[in-house]
């Protein structure tokens, strides 16, 4: 189109469904430019300055504010304005330019991130909520699980709500049915007695329906029908996700796990726009319908936030080369959410600054903590986001960016909640994910089981063979655990812990300190040679042989 066009931010059309993207349409309001533009504007004005050989000048740096609604979805820079690489300057003052553009450039890119990190069109309303939970339980075919039942999966979704604060559930209500997916989810009778109940219900504002997810179309019809709110699974969760989120890559891995809904509140919207109007319309010419417009920047914000998740990784793959150089070997603390992740590395590393919390998905990072085990070993125990049942399949592949750590491990522990009623359908959810994450085969043959919570149950013996029962809030069984978990990173990664006798006189003692990881020196005056207990790799035990044929070693 002819002009510049700018954009509205989310807005709730008459039927008062959830916000879709901004108008096009609507022009926007004196004083809502956005940061990025502010700055790609100075840039262009400063390469015409430069053209017309006017000095440069520097702006004071933007103040910070906060975003407007305008700038929570923007359309993206067009080519040739700022951001696809760095222009060299002339003259002596080269150097000095191209110090300054590479300043502005950062400026841009976090101005970016900000708008991607704004408030999000889909953020529930804060405040109270008093909701009811309405939970289909199927009767029969492969929807049924037959390792749950529907009164654990309705304690399930108790919990998610009571994780939110200032939420309460009024009523819990199991209704048969015999195909969740069909527009009214229940069936004609059973759908009339549950509206009933609905009604009935004093001061309700939303319903939690315990599926996956609820079709724009079916979402509408049950509103119209109870005249409250209608959240599913992956609106609650992706709701919890928001209000634990403290780093900007899981708020970003949020965003794009919002992409999906904000693409079906667009095809209702579109739906509802082509019965009010009579079909889609061109936008001021531009040759685009509002669909494909929005379609558009839907896809433009999609490969923001995959380019700006791609740069995080990209730094903590270069954390990662670190760590390997330092020989750190790396252990992932998997398992269900909730299950005592962080009050076992909290148990394992003794680190204070860790506070375990009693709730669902209250780690969202990927975090490491150093700790060490029986031989002084030093190692790196890494927490990770936990797994729920029925995880809407978008959100894992959102935060596969951070999953992905999990394949670069030496180990993984699964922490198991034995005491859940549901600890067998939640270890096959965790083995599913970890399938489905492509790790090396390796990695999931040498599983670590760990049966945590024991001291709740009076002398618990695993049936499963080679778990480990523990109390991670106790201490119960850390010390066999720590045991385990060197004799499996020794395997993994070819370390060898050994003790050498060696000449004080000798260049051993400096080469061993060099090349591996040196526990314990006794030294023996008498006869000037120390016993050295060390852990080393493979390849460094097969140099000090050739290097050392005379020395002796001994099997610690």
């Given at each position: 189109?002819?002009?510049?066009?700018?954009?509205?931010?989310?807005?709730?059309?008459?039927?008062?469904?959830?916000?879709?993207?901004?108008?096009?349409?609507?022009?926007?309001?004196?004083?809502?430019?956005?940061?990025?533009?502010?700055?790609?504007?100075?840039?262009?004005?400063?390469?015409?300055?430069?053209?017309?050989?006017?000095?440069?000048?520097?702006?004071?740096?933007?103040?910070?504010?906060?975003?407007?609604?305008?700038?929570?979805?923007?359309?993206?820079?067009?080519?040739?304005?700022?951001?696809?690489?760095?222009?060299?300057?002339?003259?002596?003052?080269?150097?000095?330019?191209?110090?300054?553009?590479?300043?502005?450039?950062?400026?841009?890119?976090?101005?970016?991130?900000?708008?991607?990190?704004?408030?999000?069109?889909?953020?529930?309303?804060?405040g109270?909520?008093?909701?009811?939970?309405?939970?289909?339980?199927?009767?029969?075919?492969?929807?049924?699980?037959?390792?749950?039942?529907?009164?654990?999966?309705?304690?399930?979704?108790?919990?998610?709500?009571?994780?939110?604060?200032?939420?309460?559930?009024?009523?819990?209500?199991?209704?048969?049915?015999?195909?969740?997916?069909?527009?009214f989810v229940?069936?004609?009778?059973?759908?009339?007695?549950?509206?009933?109940?609905?009604?009935?219900?004093?001061?309700?504002?939303?319903?939690f329906?315990?599926?996956?997810?609820?079709?724009?179309?079916?979402?509408?019809?049950?509103?119209?029908?109870?005249g409250?709110?209608?959240?599913?699974?992956?609106?609650?969760?992706?709701?919890?996700?928001?209000?634990?989120?403290?780093t900007?890559?899981?708020?970003?891995?949020?965003?794009?796990?919002?992409?999906?809904?904000?693409?079906?509140?667009?095809?209702?919207?579109?739906?509802?726009?082509?019965?009010?109007?009579?079909?889609s319309?061109?936008?001021?010419?531009?040759?685009?319908?509002?669909l494909?417009?929005?379609?558009?920047?839907?896809?433009?914000?999609?490969?923001?936030?995959?380019?700006?998740?791609?740069?995080?990784?990209?730094?903590?793959?270069?954390?990662?080369?670190?760590?390997?150089?330092?020989?750190?070997?790396?252990?992932?603390?998997?398992?269900?959410?909730?299950?005592?992740?962080?009050?076992?590395?909290?148990?394992?590393?003794?680190?204070?600054?860790?506070?375990?919390?009693?709730?669902?998905?209250?780690?969202?990072?990927?975090?490491?903590?150093?700790?060490?085990?029986?031989?002084?070993?030093?190692?790196?125990?890494?927490?990770?986001?936990?797994?729920?049942?029925?995880?809407?399949?978008?959100?894992?592949?959102?935060?596969s960016?951070?999953?992905?750590?999990?394949?670069?491990?030496?180990?993984?522990?699964?922490?198991?909640?034995?005491?859940?009623?549901?600890?067998?359908?939640q270890?096959?959810?965790?083995?599913?994910?970890?399938?489905?994450?492509?790790?090396?085969?390796?990695?999931?043959?040498?599983?670590v089981?760990?049966?945590?919570?024991?001291?709740?149950i009076?002398?618990?013996?695993?049936?499963?063979?080679?778990?480990?029962?523990i109390?991670?809030?106790?201490?119960?069984?850390?010390?066999?655990?720590?045991?385990?978990?060197?004799?499996?990173?020794?395997?993994?990664?070819?370390?060898?812990?050994?003790?050498i006798?060696?000449?004080l006189?000798?260049?051993q003692?400096?080469?061993?300190?060099?090349?591996?990881?040196?526990?314990?020196?006794?030294?023996?005056?008498?006869?000037?040679?120390?016993?050295?207990?060390?852990?080393?790799?493979?390849s460094?035990?097969?140099?000090?042989?050739?290097?050392?044929?005379?020395?002796?070693?001994?099997?610690s």
């Open positions: 189109m002819g002009g510049r066009r700018r954009f509205r931010g989310g807005r709730k059309d008459a039927a008062g469904d959830s916000p879709c993207l901004p108008c096009p349409e609507e022009p926007m309001g004196p004083g809502s430019l956005s940061r990025s533009l502010l700055l790609r504007c100075r840039r262009a004005a400063a390469a015409a300055a430069a053209a017309l050989g006017a000095p440069r000048w520097r702006c004071r740096p933007l103040p910070a504010r906060p975003l407007s609604a305008a700038a929570r979805l923007r359309a993206p820079r067009p080519p040739g304005t700022g951001g696809g690489g760095r222009r060299k300057g002339a003259g002596g003052a080269g150097g000095h330019e191209e110090e300054e553009e590479e300043e502005e450039e950062e400026e841009e890119d976090e101005a970016e991130l900000e708008e991607l990190l704004g408030p999000s069109p889909l953020a529930l309303e804060p109270a909520q008093r909701v009811a939970i309405v939970h289909p339980a199927v009767k029969w075919g492969p929807r049924k699980s037959p390792l749950t039942t529907a009164e654990l999966q309705i304690a399930e979704a108790v919990a998610l709500v009571d994780t939110l604060q200032n939420w309460t559930v009024l009523d819990k209500i199991i209704i048969p049915t015999k195909n969740p997916d069909k527009k229940f069936g004609k009778g059973n759908f009339q007695v549950l509206t009933e109940k609905i009604k009935k219900l004093p001061h309700l504002t939303a319903v329906l315990n599926v996956e997810r609820v079709s724009s179309l079916t979402k509408k019809e049950l509103e119209g029908a109870w409250v709110k209608v959240f599913d699974r992956y609106t609650i969760v992706l709701h919890i996700f928001r209000c634990n989120a403290r900007k890559e899981a708020k970003l891995q949020i965003a794009l796990a919002e992409i999906p809904l904000l693409r079906s509140n667009l095809k209702n919207e579109v739906s509802q726009r082509d019965q009010q109007r009579g079909g319309r061109y936008i001021m010419g531009s040759g685009e319908t509002f494909e417009t929005q379609n558009r920047i839907l896809k433009e914000r999609e490969l923001k936030i995959r380019n700006a998740l791609e740069k995080l990784r990209r730094r903590r793959s270069l954390l990662r080369t670190h760590r390997r150089k330092r020989e750190f070997p790396m252990i992932s603390i998997m398992g269900y959410t909730n299950c005592g992740k962080t009050t076992l590395i909290k148990a394992l590393t003794g680190e204070a600054g860790l506070q375990p919390r009693d709730q669902l998905f209250a780690t969202l990072d990927v975090t490491a903590h150093a700790g060490y085990l029986p031989s002084h070993m030093a190692v790196i125990y890494v927490d990770t986001i936990g797994f729920l049942t029925d995880l809407p399949h978008n959100l894992v592949e959102s935060f960016a951070t999953l992905e750590e999990v394949a670069y491990t030496d180990l993984i522990v699964h922490v198991r909640d034995i005491t859940h009623p549901e600890t067998i359908l270890k096959a959810t965790v083995l599913s994910v970890l399938k489905n994450l492509n790790l090396p085969s390796h990695l999931l043959d040498s599983i089981e760990v049966h945590n919570k024991v001291d709740l009076e002398r618990y013996k695993p049936t499963e063979e080679n778990a480990l029962a109390s991670a809030l106790h201490g119960h069984g850390l010390e066999e655990l720590k045991q385990e978990i060197e004799k499996k990173i020794l395997t993994a990664t070819g370390k060898k812990i050994l003790t006798n060696v000449n006189e000798g260049p003692l400096s080469w061993l300190y060099k090349e591996a990881t040196v526990q314990e020196v006794e030294v023996m005056p008498e006869d000037g040679t120390a016993r050295v207990k060390v852990i080393i790799n493979s460094a035990f097969g140099r000090y042989k050739n290097l050392f044929p005379n020395s002796k070693i001994f099997m």
